[in-house]
């Protein structure tokens, strides 16, 4: 099937590409969530308004991917959360924490669908964290989860 992504897609492509993909991924996992449209002859027209918004967005050079980068393994990031006694999390960190993290710690604002956080955090502790940037700059980042 023949779709439009409207949004970045992890080994699959960015906002504005045209791809091809299975019939059930499409229908099951990338329309429901928004993450593409059903190509059609109309919807070309979309796809230059998709990629004049992501071109205000993307971070435009290497040289600026390696500045943020240097910034954000810079911020000393702390989130506070709820947790039990044994140290586990109600409920876990999501993207969206991380991105709020970071701000609040005085880092530059990253998208929240750029972070990576690999395993889902449901303890307490210091974990690491990645940012993709660019498609050849990613920043580690390393978040300290203390209880709230």
């Given at each position: 099937m023949k779709i439009i992504l409207t949004h970045e897609v992890?080994?699959?492509g960015a906002a504005g590409d045209?791809?091809?993909?299975?019939?059930?991924?499409a229908r099951n996992y990338l329309i429901p969530r928004?993450?593409?449209?059903?190509?059609t002859k109309g919807g070309e027209k979309d796809v230059a308004q998709i990629r004049r918004a992501r071109k205000i967005h993307e971070i435009a050079t290497i040289e600026q991917a390696n500045e943020i980068k240097a910034r954000l393994e810079g911020v000393k990031v702390r989130l506070a959360v709820r947790s039990?006694?044994?140290?586990?999390?109600?409920?876990?960190?999501?993207p969206a924490d991380v991105a709020s993290a970071i701000k609040a710690a005085g880092g530059p604002e990253v998208d929240k669908r750029r972070i990576e956080l690999g395993t889902p955090?449901?303890?307490?502790?210091?974990?690491?964290?990645?940012?993709r940037l660019h498609p050849e700059v990613a920043a580690k980042v390393n978040i300290e989860v203390i209880a709230a």
């Open positions: 992890s080994g699959l045209v791809v091809d993909v299975k019939d059930g991924y928004n993450f593409a449209i059903r190509w039990g006694d044994a140290g586990r999390l109600f409920g876990s960190v999501t955090i449901k303890t307490l502790g210091a974990h690491a964290t990645s940012v």
